[in-house]
């Protein structure tokens, strides 16, 4: 049997925390952790740390220019859910190459990181009044009205997807200007702010449809994350096409 090189416990907890524990896979919007209804002290998680290139010879995408080290190290590990750990695998992995994988981990740490700073600098709260409740609103209607948020990615022309993310964070940077500081609105408005900036920083002008899906499948996991949000803060009615971004 051939010797694998398999990723060390520290390693898969390092990218599952880099990866908020949310599938890295652009079109799944997977949480891979939470608790244990039968157990109150103990958690349930789905997620693996899957190779980018494979343990041993073989297997998806294996590389044999690495090193063992490389093989088994972070870099050659991606966070996805137990389904999606096993679908980038079939067929020996030719329809998921290296090269798509490591920007699905590059764009969803990215994002993952964004999120993350934008969280640190006030704590949630669930108050009675919500003086941001109109604006909440506001937010939510400009989501809805950008299709590219939630249209079947076949659909989705780049300079067309482009144009209405150019568009959405002038807009929602308008609301901005409008919510107090220290509000959780302001947290969320500036999460989507930067999920449109990203997209526009990070997408090359002419995308192929692939590089075009991916791109914009990690906008709408981070969109998604702070609909969910808005829904639970300030209680909103959402669209069933805004809700199928959020992640469950």
């Known amino acids: 049997m051939a010797k694998r090189d398999d990723f060390k416990v520290a390693v898969v907890r390092k990218v599952a925390e880099r990866a908020a524990y949310i599938c890295s896979n ?88 964004e999120c993350l700073e934008g969280a640190k600098r006030v704590v949630f709260q669930i108050l009675p009044h919500r003086p941001d409740e109109k604006l909440a609103k506001r937010v939510i209607c400009l989501l809805e009205d950008k299709g590219s948020l939630f249209e079947p990615y076949d659909q989705e022309d780049p300079k067309r997807v482009l144009e209405s993310l150019k568009e959405l964070r002038l807009l929602v940077t308008g609301v901005r200007a409008e919510i107090s500081p220290d509000s959780p609105l302001a947290i969320i408005a500036e999460s989507i702010v930067r999920a449109c900036r990203h997209y526009m920083n990070s997408t090359p002008d002419n995308p192929d449809i692939q590089e075009l899906n991916f791109s914009l499948g990690a906008v709408r996991k981070v969109v998604g994350v702070n609909v969910g949000d808005l829904m639970r803060h300030y209680e909103v009615t959402v669209s069933s096409e805004l809700q199928s971004i959020v992640p469950g």
């Open 26 to 113: 652009p079109y799944c919007r997977r949480i891979t952790i939470g608790p244990d209804q039968a157990a109150s002290n103990l958690s349930i998680k789905t997620g693996e740390a899957a190779h980018i290139c494979a343990a041993s010879p073989g297997g998806p995408r294996y590389d044999m220019s690495q090193t063992d080290q490389q093989r088994s190290g972070i870099a050659n590990a991606i966070w996805l859910c137990s389904a999606c750990a096993d679908l980038v695998d079939k067929n020996g992995g030719h329809g998921y190459p290296a090269e798509h994988l490591r920007k699905w981990k590059r764009d969803h740490e990215s994002l993952m990181k």
